[in-house]
């Protein structure tokens, strides 16, 4: 039985040309979790027909790579429902509407995605839903649109159409949306589902470790990426490490101590520890735990031994 991997364990989010025949059937060596044929921005229409052509053979060959399985489609009101219509018979793990700003983009999505189910003998609910936020319209109304269908696990925010859309001025060290990244994920930890942060969208290893690094401060565990060279950075970024989980059962180590003595807290290398460090180190240890079982070919669900 194919073991899909969780939601809240997919690091990296790669987006790929959808008609791009070169690229494709090599996106799985890239080591992305999740493997995204777009065909929104990147297909123009006149490539179109033949993305959706390519849709099921190469979904059956990244599922075979271990790769979670994922799609952007055109918005429905333009010619979304051709995509889904020829994608949808490779029954993939995730649809990605583009450009979302309303839930009833995202209700009308999942009535359409529901009737394919049916059709094409997929499992009902099996297909998961990934809002793309890509104006401030949707970023306002992040929570609410995460809510709008039970299919979504997980949104996404955009950059490059998102600083269009505020007239930002883009830069490499992303300043122009910080805001909208602290934003973002204040709202999905609000509804409860994965944040998936924004593309670095230049090509220098240095500049995506460090734009990555930034993100998992303010609490990401989930990068899109446009640059297959990437995902190995962002994989490792945000992956717990050995010096990071040994540092993590020190905290536990030592509140636990405290707690035991009657102690409210302790102070580990010069800084006090409180009931939510030590909730925080016990996520970490989770997280690493699940990741391990999860490439060990366990279920990688959070609380399995973890």
């Given at each position: 039985?194919?073991?899909?991997?969780?939601?809240?364990?997919?690091?990296?989010?790669?987006?790929?040309?959808?008609?791009?025949?070169?690229?494709?059937?090599?996106?799985?060596a890239?080591?992305?979790?999740?493997?995204?044929?777009?065909?929104?921005?990147?297909?123009?229409?006149?490539?179109?027909?033949?993305?959706?052509?390519?849709?099921?053979?190469?979904?059956?060959?990244?599922?075979?790579?271990?790769?979670?399985?994922?799609?952007?489609?055109?918005?429905?009101?333009?010619?979304?429902m051709?995509?889904?219509?020829?994608?949808?018979?490779g029954a993939?793990?995730?649809?990605?509407?583009?450009?979302?700003?309303?839930p009833?983009?995202?209700?009308?999505l999942?009535?359409?995605?529901?009737?394919?189910?049916?059709?094409?003998?997929?499992?009902?609910?099996?297909?998961?839903?990934?809002?793309?936020?890509?104006?401030a319209?949707?970023?306002?109304?992040?929570?609410?649109?995460?809510?709008?269908?039970?299919?979504?696990?997980?949104?996404?925010?955009?950059?490059?159409?998102?600083?269009?859309?505020?007239?930002?001025?883009?830069?490499q060290?992303?300043?122009?949306l910080?805001?909208?990244?602290?934003?973002?994920?204040?709202?999905?930890?609000?509804?409860?589902?994965?944040?998936?942060?924004?593309?670095y969208?230049?090509?220098?290893?240095?500049?995506?470790?460090?734009d990555?690094?930034?993100?998992?401060?303010?609490?990401?565990?989930?990068?899109?990426?446009?640059?297959?060279?990437?995902?190995?950075?962002?994989?490792?970024?945000?992956?717990?490490?050995?010096?990071?989980?040994g540092?993590?059962?020190?905290?536990?180590?030592?509140?636990?101590s405290?707690?035991?003595?009657?102690?409210?807290?302790?102070?580990?290398?010069?800084s006090?520890?409180?009931?939510?460090?030590?909730?925080?180190?016990?996520?970490?240890l989770?997280?690493?735990?699940?990741?391990?079982?999860?490439?060990?070919?366990?279920?990688?669900?959070?609380?399995?031994?973890g």
């Amino acid at each position: 039985m194919r073991r899909i991997r969780p939601a809240q364990l997919c690091r990296s989010w790669l987006f790929l040309e959808g008609a791009n025949e070169a690229v494709l059937p090599r996106a799985a060596a890239s080591g992305a979790d999740v493997l995204i044929q777009e065909l929104e921005d990147f297909t123009p229409p006149s490539s179109r027909p033949l993305a959706r052509s390519l849709a099921s053979d190469l979904y059956r060959a990244w599922r075979a790579e271990g790769a979670v399985v994922a799609v952007r489609v055109n918005p429905l009101e333009q010619d979304g429902m051709d995509d889904l219509a020829a994608v949808m018979r490779g029954a993939p793990d995730i649809v990605a509407p583009p450009k979302v700003a309303e839930p009833h983009q995202v209700l009308r999505l999942d009535e359409a995605v529901t009737r394919f189910e049916r059709d094409y003998g997929i499992a009902s609910g099996s297909t998961a839903l990934l809002p793309n936020i890509e104006f401030a319209r949707g970023l306002v109304q992040t929570a609410v649109i995460a809510k709008a269908s039970p299919r979504t696990t997980a949104c996404l925010l955009a950059a490059e159409d998102l600083a269009s859309d505020l007239g930002a001025e883009r830069g490499q060290d992303g300043l122009e949306l910080a805001y909208c990244r602290q934003r973002f994920i204040v709202e999905c930890v609000a509804a409860g589902v994965v944040a998936i942060d924004c593309p670095y969208t230049w090509g220098d290893v240095e500049g995506v470790g460090r734009d990555t690094r930034w993100a998992r401060r303010l609490g990401y565990v989930a990068k899109s990426l446009v640059d297959p060279s990437h995902a190995a950075v962002v994989n490792a970024i945000l992956s717990p490490d050995d010096q990071e989980i040994g540092h993590a059962r020190d905290i536990v180590a030592a509140f636990e101590s405290a707690r035991a003595k009657g102690e409210a807290r302790v102070e580990l290398d010069g800084s006090l520890v409180e009931l939510p460090t030590y909730g925080n180190a016990q996520r970490l240890l989770a997280r690493g735990e699940a990741l391990r079982q999860f490439e060990r070919g366990g279920s990688g669900q959070f609380g399995d031994g973890g």
